[in-house]
């Protein structure tokens, strides 16, 4: 019997917060390649995110038609990704993006977690994959200075670290199961991490950000796949992959490997690369041909049987990282 996808993109369908963080992919490409298409789409993103931002600043949790309709801090953060890419870009929604992060400002707690606000479409907890809302955070303050947002950022960093245990596993990072997260929310917890240290360049936060990756690294087939559930040990706890957390790792190991020269992390990226762009079909419907399917094989447990923005939009940031680095190899900088 023929299984059939869905397909999870365009705004009636979407989450608001990967519209967010899809305006800076869209605005990079449009750089890189000179496409004014790309540009005025996220043009375009950015008009929408602003007409639905709520009163308080915040941005909602779920989709866009979810009910009910509260604000949520990841969301928020995740938004705040694209308003300050905007910002930079045509410098037109200052406004969106200052009253977003102060909004996060004003409901974190003093230890730098945010309690308040919760997701209704999340496990009850503490959520240390939120160390991607600072990444939002520092976004937003390297825009507007002065306004405590990259203070509130590495609070955040700092608190989640609190969590991480000698072998790199972060307590209190998944959906849904603690016990046996997403390398997707891996993944989040893991680029935030990282980016708090670029900001700062403290360097205990490039040695807990190698930690993770290592441990992460240690899963890894030597075909690619990347079980799309961990557990403490960093053993599978899943037969399938989650493409999305693959494409987020393989991002994260590029740049530890931009930043130490330490190869096992650019092989392991391209290796992670190489294994996603295979279950890419580049031909076929325009509707799914370059789509990035949710789990491979189909019928795992993360956006079982669809094809969703995010992990296209994942997969390109690898990508274009991958063949960044792949320019370095060929043409190395003469000291």
């Given amino acids: 019997m023929a299984r059939s996808y869905s397909l999870v993109s365009g705004w009636a369908a979407s989450y608001p917060e990967t519209t967010g963080y899809i305006i800076p992919t869209f605005l990079d490409h449009a750089a890189a390649v ?11 993103m950015l008009d929408w995110l602003v007409r639905i931002q709520l009163p308080s600043g915040a941005f909602q949790g779920g989709t866009v038609d979810s009910t009910p309709v509260v604000p949520v801090p990841f969301n928020t953060g995740q938004i705040l990704l694209g308003l300050a890419a905007g910002q930079t870009a045509f410098g037109t929604n200052r406004e969106a ?15 730098g977690c945010w309690r308040k606000f919760p997701s209704p479409f999340v496990a009850a907890g503490d959520k240390t994959y939120d160390t991607h809302i600072a990444w939002g ?18 609070a955040n960093v700092r608190w989640a670290l609190t969590h991480q245990r000698n072998n790199g596993w972060i307590d209190k990072c998944c ?23 670029l900001y ?75 294994y996603v762009r295979r279950t890419v079909r580049l031909d076929g419907p325009a509707e799914t041909r370059g789509g990035v399917k949710g789990s491979f094989p189909v019928d795992g447990d993360y956006g079982r049987y669809e094809y969703l923005n995010w992990a296209a939009k ?22």
């Fill in 97 to 111: 993006m200052v009253r977003a992060a102060d909004w996060l400002v004003e409901v974190q707690d003093a230890d």
């Fill in 175 to 197: 959906l849904t199961d603690e016990s046996r997260p997403l390398t997707h929310t891996i993944g989040y917890a893991l680029r935030g991490i990282l980016e708090a240290f």
């Fill in 200 to 274: 700062c360049r403290d360097p205990q936060l490039l040695a807990a950000a190698r930690r993770t990756a290592d441990g992460a690294m240690s899963a890894l087939r030597s075909d690619g796949f990347l079980p799309g559930l961990l557990g403490p040990d960093w053993s599978a706890a899943a037969s399938w992959a989650c493409l999305t957390g693959t494409v987020q790792i393989a991002h994260c190991w590029l740049r530890l490997f931009q930043e130490t020269s330490e190869l096992a992390y650019r092989d392991a990226a391209f290796a992670a690369n190489r």
């Fill in 314 to 335: 994942f997969l390109v940031d690898a990508l274009v990282l991958e063949r960044e680095v792949q320019q370095e190899i060929a043409s190395p900088v003469m000291s």
């Fill in 34 to 44: 000179g496409l004014d298409d790309f540009r005025a789409r996220a043009r375009r």
């Fill in 137 to 154: 955070l520092l976004e937003a303050a390297r825009v507007e200075s002065g306004r405590g947002y990259a203070e509130a950022a590495l």
